[in-house]
């Protein structure tokens, strides 16, 4: 594990994982074959190319709007997590256009990458759920694909995913940051639902404006032709 990752001190008294450049390298060998893996999904031989052209490049895409919006951050939370420029939307929108296989693909991906960016390991299961579970579910956007009003109904699902593994994560690995006088559970719940649910109102206000939904489904449109 050492050739990886170090165990270090976050400055708490908490003992994390910090990466090596082997762990760095190797990490980023998996994005991209997860990238690539995205473009090998097709619906039909005769689409199978021009489809796997436009998942790989709309995907490669939403990840890259995801990641920069994500440093846009409206509000921090003091214990990490905060209300960034709509970044969950993007992944949100690739399990809309094309499916839950390509979302999940997608926001594993994403987390990855995120990984990368700022990562905070104490143990695999802590990374398995803030990491590739929280932001892989994102793409269960996709469950609602072909339903009315799927893209609010599939982003809700998809940030309640990744809400409920947060939370979770929070519940078994971070109990000990709860204030003595609430419980671990309420104080993971309300601690993940306050910077999630602020940016799941703005983006659903943001997707409701008449210009922007028209522009979507335009995007949509574009992406599976």
């Not at 078994?172 to 003595?180: D, H, M, V």
């Not at 910077?195 to 983006?203: P, S, V």
Request: net charge positive; aromatic share 14%; proline share 3%.
């Amino acid at each position: 594990m050492s050739f990886f990752a170090n165990l270090v001190d976050d400055g708490y008294g908490t003992m994390i994982y910090e990466l090596t450049t082997a762990g760095y390298v190797a990490l980023f060998a998996v994005l991209l074959i997860l990238v690539a893996a995205i473009g090998l999904i097709g619906k039909n031989k005769r689409q199978q190319h021009a489809i796997k052209t436009k998942q790989l490049v709309f995907s490669a895409l939403a990840i890259a709007l995801a990641t920069v919006t994500s440093m846009l951050k409206l509000f921090d939370m003091p214990m990490g997590g905060s209300v960034t420029l709509f970044s969950m939307m993007f992944i949100c929108l690739i399990g809309y256009w094309y499916g839950v296989k390509v979302g999940l693909m997608t926001g594993v991906a994403y987390g990855l990458l995120q990984m990368l960016i700022d990562p905070y390991i104490m143990t695999l299961p802590q990374l398995l759920l803030d990491y590739i579970l929280a932001f892989g579910v994102l793409g269960l956007s996709g469950l609602f694909s072909n339903k009315k009003h799927g893209l609010f109904l599939g982003y809700l699902v998809g940030v309640f995913g990744r809400f409920f593994c947060s939370a979770l994560s929070g519940i078994i690995f971070f109990a000990s940051y709860a204030p003595e006088t609430m419980h671990p559970v309420v104080y993971s719940v309300l601690y993940n639902a306050s910077y999630m649910g602020a940016e799941a109102l703005l983006t659903i206000v943001l997707m409701s404006i008449p210009p922007v939904k028209k522009a979507l489904q335009y995007v949509k449109q574009m992406s599976n032709n």
